[in-house]
């Protein structure tokens, strides 16, 4: 990818992981105090500020699936599918914070001379061609959507646990592409990858620059993503992890996606 296309690339994610913060902010704001004029006020301009990068990274179409995506956004619906009237605005915010991150998503995925593509239908996944084993890969795909789809229903459990299990998964594919023997030589265990806990093979690959920092973001409660899914625990979907914990795991899970992926 040219350095020019990459640094723009890298512009657009900068701001839209500023609109997120300001939207998730409100979103808490609204949840608190849903009549608030301040609050209502600063809603109206950060849809504004997202309608405007929208539109941009949408190429002006509104027939392209991401400005559709917006627009639909501000229609809040029924059991039966069809519109209904009097939409909370915190609901709002939640939906137009998918649309941030299906942005982001798309922006990640990248690869080409298109910052986003022009198609009117979403771009087909090509998130995991990095990995080198190619079986896992549809696998991997698989999750990732169920990760999005559990986080945007609110089952945050369920989506920091998927988003860490595929972590992990693409680390080890990396680890073991490189070689129990040159990661010995960087101070890794000598015993299988596989016998290593999560946070082993984080440090590991981080000091064998496979990865870089970005795991140091993940919260506690995704570096012992794999005590809530054991045999022993109570599992996923007891309603212990908090949004933000969720959203942010999801959120490097994506910088390490790059950091196997260069050329993204």
Not at 2 to 18: F, K, M, P, V, W
Not at 25 to 48: C, G, H, Y
Not at 72 to 99: H, K, T, W
Request: with cysteine.
């Amino acid at each position: 990818m040219e350095n020019s296309l990459r640094a723009q690339i890298d512009t657009y994610l900068a701001h839209l992981d500023g609109l997120m913060k300001r939207g998730q902010q409100l979103r808490e704001t609204l949840a608190a105090a849903p009549n608030d004029a301040s609050a209502m006020a600063a809603t109206r301009r950060w849809q504004e500020d997202c309608g405007v990068t929208i539109n941009q990274l949408s190429g002006g179409s509104k027939a392209h699936w991401l400005a559709r995506s917006f627009s639909e956004a501000f229609l809040m619906r029924s059991p039966d599918g069809s519109a209904a009237q009097g939409a909370a605005p915190a609901d709002i915010v939640r939906q137009l914070l998918g649309v941030l991150g299906q942005a982001v998503e798309s922006l990640s995925q990248s690869n080409d001379s298109a910052i986003v593509s022009a198609s009117t239908d979403a771009p087909a996944p090509r998130r995991f061609e990095f990995v080198h084993n190619a079986e896992i890969r549809p696998v991997l795909e698989r999750a990732y959507a169920d990760g999005r789809n559990a986080l945007e229903q609110g089952d945050y459990d369920l989506a920091l646990v998927t988003f860490c299990g595929i972590l992990e998964s693409i680390v080890t594919d990396a680890l073991e592409h490189k070689g129990l023997g040159a990661l010995i030589g960087t101070g890794a265990p000598a015993e299988r990858i596989s016998e290593w806990s999560f946070e082993t093979r984080l440090v590991v690959a981080e000091k064998a620059g496979v990865i870089r920092s970005g795991c140091a973001r993940l919260p506690a409660t995704a570096r012992n993503y794999r005590d809530r899914v054991s045999s022993d625990s109570e599992g996923v979907g007891q309603g212990t992890v908090s949004e933000s914990d969720a959203r942010r795991t999801g959120q490097v899970l994506h910088v390490i996606m790059r950091d196997l992926d260069p050329g993204r």
